[in-house]
């Protein structure tokens, strides 16, 4: 019989607990949160290692890949489940959490993450040094904004980005105070809506060398930034064993109470990550309710999530796109022509 590994993981330490498969505690450990570190002090033990259990974090990646690398099973947890097991504990240590994960790998009550790929982390890096940069720019213009409203200046209320500088430099050259306290504002805001720009050149490019993400641009309302926000979140279709569970993943699907004679439906669950979630409900498409209707109607090629009164949102995408192609799972097609998560 083998040995259970238990992780608690900080940002610098790890609190490691090794325990017997009846539960009895063989080593615990405080290290640094380094791979090589914690391999060094599990091979030294006397017992083939059965699992390695550690939550979902910040360094899950990092210490699912060095470990899986060195040849052990490994298994990243939903940090809910967890918190739910190590809840009963009265007081909360790193060395007893790391006790409670060891427990709760050996007993196998946990649900394990599904650790992405390097590829989508570096499409998901893009996608948010591209956001960063536009609401600071977004941030530096409505400063400016603010401090010329004091006196008496109203820009106009629609001004596109590139837009913002030709339209303001010659407003303060006119008076130097206001030229003094802010040029070296609005020199910022330059500079960084340039870098704005070559970041959203360089997703335009990423995407238009991806042929899934080409596909689903071809949907009326999905552009380069939505596409890969979709196929960076889904990673892996064959994670999923039924294309209805891409709508719970992303949480759109109703929450649930049932005890006895009641059964209450509540809102959507929202348990999905909201940088994904955001790009992908209606009101993020381009189109007004109207050309919605009518594109489903046409059964157009349309990628969105449909919200009807009383009712969890639905998901529709075309039914000429493969599940190979779309990273979406297997699909069947309605009597529509269109699939209905």
């Given at each position: ?77 939903e940090a809910r ?95 130097e105070a206001l ?28 995407a238009g060398n ?132």
């Amino acid at each position: 019989m083998g040995y259970y590994v238990g992780l608690d993981v900080a940002l610098r330490s790890v609190a490691l607990c090794v325990v017997t498969g009846d539960g009895e505690i063989v080593l615990e450990r405080a290290l640094a949160c380094e791979v090589g570190e914690i391999v060094e002090c599990l091979r030294g033990l006397d017992q083939s290692i059965e699992r390695v259990g550690f939550e979902a974090g910040t360094m899950s990646q990092t210490l699912f890949h060095g470990l899986h690398a060195a040849g052990y099973r490994v298994i990243c947890m939903e940090a809910r489940h967890v918190g739910a097991a190590l809840s009963a504990m009265r007081n909360k240590t790193d060395r007893n959490d790391a006790r409670g994960i060891a427990q709760v790998v050996r007993s196998g009550w946990y649900r394990p993450v599904h650790m992405k790929s390097q590829e989508s982390h570096y499409v998901r890096t893009l996608l948010t040094s591209r956001k960063a940069l536009l609401r600071r720019c977004i941030d530096l213009e409505n400063e400016i904004r603010g401090l010329l409203k004091v006196f008496g200046i109203r820009l106009p209320s629609s001004l596109a980005h590139h837009r913002f500088a030709q339209t303001v430099r010659p407003i303060i050259e006119a008076d130097e105070a206001l030229l003094y306290a802010l040029l070296p504002m609005l020199d910022a805001q330059q500079v960084l809506l340039a870098s704005y720009q070559e970041l959203d050149r360089r997703v335009k490019l990423v995407a238009g060398n991806d042929p899934v993400c080409m596909l689903l641009m071809t949907a009326p309302g999905v552009g380069a930034v939505t596409a890969l926000h979709f196929k960076a979140a889904i990673d892996d279709p064959a994670r999923f064993t039924s294309s209805r569970l891409v709508g719970a993943h992303f949480g759109l699907t109703p929450r649930r109470f049932q005890s006895g004679e009641s059964d209450n439906q509540g809102r959507i669950s929202k348990a999905g990550d909201p940088m994904y979630a955001q790009h992908f409900t209606l009101p993020q498409t381009r189109c007004s309710p109207e050309h919605a209707k009518c594109l489903r109607s046409k059964h157009g090629a349309c990628i969105w999530f449909e919200r009807r009164a009383g009712a969890a949102p639905l998901l529709l995408l075309p039914a000429n796109l493969p599940s190979s192609s779309t990273a979406c799972g297997s699909m069947a097609p309605s009597s529509n022509g269109m699939i209905r998560r």
